[in-house]
């Protein structure tokens, strides 16, 4: 009887952690659309050189979402989470008119 606790308890405490965490690793952030509503409230462009400057007046070239404030990865990183759009995956070359630069 002690083999088949022991082996309860111990296959209990393995479904329980990997039911927890499991879905956290597994789920990677959505890419952020252009199309989204959020993306569009703030013009965001997955490639920076093409923000209507008419539009964004607020847009200097060389401004881009890896040298931002709020991007989540470093200047290197291809994408990373940005905080402005719910945590949805943002392009490093992109841009939106929440921009700050990294100080």
Known sequence: MKSCRREFIVGSVVGLVSTAFLPLVAHAAEQLSETDPSAVALGYRVDATKVDKVKFPKY?????????????????TKTAACPLFNGKTVEGAGWCNGYAKKG
């Open 60 to 76: 200097a070239a060389g401004q881009e979402c890896a040298n931002c404030q709020f991007y989540q990865g470093s200047a290197s």
